[in-house]
């Protein structure tokens, strides 16, 4: 199966910049699409950017213009530059991949990884 470690989280003042980072490890075959979605205190998880294969991406809209996800195919990453930080972006960020593992059998599947926090002061 697919292993996927973020980090990168930390403090941050708002207006400040934080990049994160999520590295796959374990018998990929193809990771398809791979995405940042995030955890506030007493919310749900919702999507924050999305990135195909072939590098398009979505975001939600309260990110736009503010934050950046992109990857490195050959190094089975993918990050998420955070710009002007606020407040509100304080949650708890997991990456998410969309993937084909080599094992026995081949499965494909969604993985997540343990999340890493992010907190923006005022």
């Known amino acids: 199966q697919v292993q996927l470690v973020e980090s990168g989280g930390g403090l941050v003042q708002a207006g400040g910049s934080l990049r994160l980072s999520c590295a796959a490890s374990?018998?990929?075959?193809?990771?398809?699409?791979m995405g940042w979605y995030r955890q506030a205190p007493g919310k749900q998880r919702e999507l924050v950017a999305t990135?195909?294969?072939?590098?398009?991406?979505n975001y939600a809209d309260s990110v736009k213009g503010r934050f950046t996800i992109s990857r490195d195919n050959a190094k089975n990453t993918v990050y998420l530059q955070m710009n002007s930080a606020k407040p509100e972006d304080t949650g708890v960020y997991y990456c998410?991949?969309?993937?084909?593992?080599?094992?026995?059998?081949?499965?494909?599947?969604?993985?997540w990884g343990q999340g890493t926090q992010v907190t923006v002061s005022s």
């Open positions: 374990g018998s990929i075959l193809r990771i398809n699409a």
């Open positions: 998410n991949a969309d993937a084909v593992v080599a094992t026995d059998w081949l499965l494909r599947d969604t993985y």
């Open positions: 990135i195909s294969s072939g590098g398009s991406t």
